[in-house]
């Protein structure tokens, strides 16, 4: 290989490393909050009843998901008319501020209703910038891509997510071990979040290093907020079409992440430890299994690696988890949850890269971030939703049965999509 060849690779590896930095923030933010939900409500949301104050906790994370359509919106047409950079700054700068928020504010013993007021302000801060990060990540690691390998790269947009689940859960079992349940409780779960404070100027300086992309550099019209919209409302089945695409990602995603601690806890009866070691794994597991099913859409396309791994969670996902609460044990928690991430994995390695193909190029951020945020509204709520459906039917399985719903979703969107995108096309070529 030439010293050219070799060096232009080195810039490749950099530009991703640097583009994915934030994306490690927002996800770990967003762990760190489901991993001590437990904790969290006891702080924030004191109750005389269990479930009312882990569900109030549960609520709070997916309000977060809430503001994601808007920041989608808002900073979507912000980056596509401003550049990629500016605006990948803009959003780690607003994750920054909504972590600092959930860090420090005092519980409610101490300052009363306004500890969750604030609380709850910092998880929209974040909804709102991790609005468009991944979109904005997304398209920024596809117009970075070498010819053929689209799939792969944007496949690592998921995969610094899965070292943020890893980082998280690490730390998680760390203090696990160190400090007694009652600390935890009571002080230590805060630690996370501080720790995550800590690394945000680092991630400004890797970031703030990052350059604009050469295809936008040459898109002479950047569309104004206006264009943006319109072109929103004439592309509006792209937009819920891939909306149901994402909603398999983001529904399967908390399930094997965020929620796993709290489902190996509350309903399993397993201890913390476990929980977050089969969480680490699981992480690591995606972050397997993401770049392969990226470059495996490269040679076979994006529909079949979609068809086959919807199909395959419609008729597993459920069953699995069947399986795992008849006899819950720390190697059923680990087997099932590493079937999931196949399962999880497989499927957004494909999903991710095709979302941005789909998308009008001069909207592409936009489009991207408004399909994913509508989607994480439904699918962020999945801690939320998993609770609410085993407390109402008594079934300890009905998570899997929300995951498979969630397929549904994908397998029909995926079929729509592709149907109207060959259509658009021979309209295109006739």
């Known amino acids: 290989m030439s010293s050219h060849a070799t060096s232009a690779n080195d810039s490749k590896f950099k530009s991703v490393f640097r583009v994915v930095s934030g994306n490690f923030l ?48 808002v900073l979507g047409a912000y980056i596509d008319h401003h550049g990629r950079r500016k605006g990948l700054i803009l959003t780690l700068a607003m994750m920054a501020a ?7 504010i005092p519980g409610y013993a101490t300052i009363g209703v306004l500890a969750p007021i604030i609380v709850l302000l910092g998880r929209l801060l974040q909804g709102f910038s991790a609005g468009v990060e991944l979109g904005g990540v997304s398209v920024y690691l596809s117009e970075i891509a070498t010819k053929g390998n689209k799939g792969f790269y944007c496949s690592w947009q998921s995969g610094s997510q899965q070292v ?107 201890s913390s430890i476990d929980a977050l070691v089969v969480t680490v794994f699981v992480g690591l597991s995606n972050l397997v299994w993401l770049p392969l099913s990226g470059a495996l859409s490269d040679r076979v396309g994006r529909r079949p690696v979609l068809l086959f791994f919807t199909v395959l969670t419609i008729l597993t996902s459920y069953p699995a988890v069947q399986w795992l609460v008849a006899d819950p044990s720390f190697l059923r928690l680990l087997g099932v949850e590493l079937w ?91």
């Open 26 to 73: 927002e996800m770990y933010d967003f762990m760190v909050y489901g991993y001590y939900a437990s904790a969290i409500a006891k702080t924030y949301f004191p109750s005389g009843n269990e479930f009312a104050s882990l569900m109030l906790a549960l609520s709070v994370f997916g309000a977060g998901f809430l503001m994601r359509p808007i920041g989608a919106i």
């Open 164 to 270: 943020a689940v890893v980082f998280a859960a690490l730390i998680g079992v760390g203090m696990s071990r160190i400090l007694p349940p009652d600390q935890m409780t009571s002080w230590g779960w805060r630690v996370p979040f501080i720790i995550g404070c800590l690394i945000v100027p680092f991630l400004f300086i890797i970031r703030r290093s990052l350059q604009e992309t050469e295809e936008f550099l040459a898109r002479k019209h950047r569309p104004q907020m206006g264009e943006i919209m319109k072109s929103m409302l004439s592309n509006w089945g792209i937009v819920l079409a891939g909306m149901g695409m994402v909603i398999m990602t983001t529904v399967s995603f908390y399930m094997i992440t965020a929620y796993t601690p709290t489902f190996g806890k509350e309903v399993l009866k397993l």
């Open 340 to 430: 999931l991430s196949f399962l999880y994995g497989s499927y957004n390695g494909a999903m991710v890269v095709a979302l941005t193909e789909v998308m009008p190029v001069e909207v592409r951020t936009t489009g991207f971030s408004l399909a994913y945020s509508l989607a994480t509204t439904i699918g962020g709520f999945t801690p939320a939703i998993s609770t609410y459906l085993i407390h109402v039917t008594g079934n300890k399985a009905a998570p899997g049965a929300w995951m498979a719903v969630a397929a549904v979703c994908g397998l029909i969107a995926t079929l729509v999509l592709y149907r109207s995108t060959e259509a658009r096309s021979q309209y295109k070529t006739a």
């Open 98 to 104: 909504g972590t600092l928020l959930v860090a420090v």
